[in-house]
């Protein structure tokens, strides 16, 4: 979901580095909607409007063990089935999200594992954000609902980023720096899990 500046690219990331934004800006664009980033007037689209400037964060990520990092692998199945949503891709998006930390919140407010802002949330019928098994099957039913507005993977990851509507104005990734190394991470993440799901099957099979 939509994550400011440095610390949404951390999370895309998954460095152990911290990270530190001297300020948020927060900008309005002509069709309404609010974009959040570290980036200075200077460096956004002239289509946005300042808002307003506010003192900036620090923020350590947690570091990523593979016990934590399979232990919704169950949850995610279960969910991808339901959507009709890639495992590997609904894994992708909570690595890149929250780096699998169920109780995560950016700095704009978006919630849990695969980040959900509070409206996104009620939206999708989800209660309790920091529930694991609610908050997946949320975040993985936006997907779908992603997948069935846009044609490309590209498309729906930039659109869970940033937004549909930046999506539909720029015509595909919008020229966000946050945006667009997010949607080249995940594609990656999905690409690694793809492959370690796959070898999870094959033990599980024999």
Request: proline share 5%; hydrophobic share 40%; charged share 25%.
């Amino acid at each position: 979901m939509k994550l400011p500046g440095v610390c949404g690219l951390v999370l895309a990331l998954g460095v152990s580095m911290p990270a530190i934004a001297e300020n948020i800006y927060t900008y309005r664009g002509d069709g309404g909607e609010i974009l959040f980033t570290d980036k200075p007037r200077a460096k956004v689209d002239a289509s946005y409007t300042l808002l307003s400037v506010r003192k900036g964060w620090n923020y350590t990520p947690i570091t990523l063990s593979a016990a934590r990092r399979d232990r919704y692998d169950t949850v995610i199945a279960r969910a991808a089935d339901d959507f009709g949503v890639e495992p590997a891709l609904v894994k992708a998006v909570i690595h890149a999200e929250s780096l699998f930390d169920r109780t995560a919140v950016s700095r704009v407010g978006a919630q849990g594992l695969m980040q959900l802002m509070p409206r996104t949330a009620r939206y999708l019928e989800v209660a309790d954000p920091f529930d694991a098994n609610a908050n997946i099957h949320g975040g993985t039913r936006f997907l779908a609902y992603l997948q069935n507005k846009f044609s490309t993977l590209d498309q729906v990851l930039a659109a869970y980023n940033a937004g549909e509507g930046n999506v539909r104005r720029y015509g595909g990734i919008p020229p966000f720096p946050e945006t667009q190394a997010y949607v080249k991470k995940v594609k990656q993440l999905r690409l690694r899990y793809q492959l370690q799901l796959a070898k999870k099957d094959a033990v599980a099979s024999r």
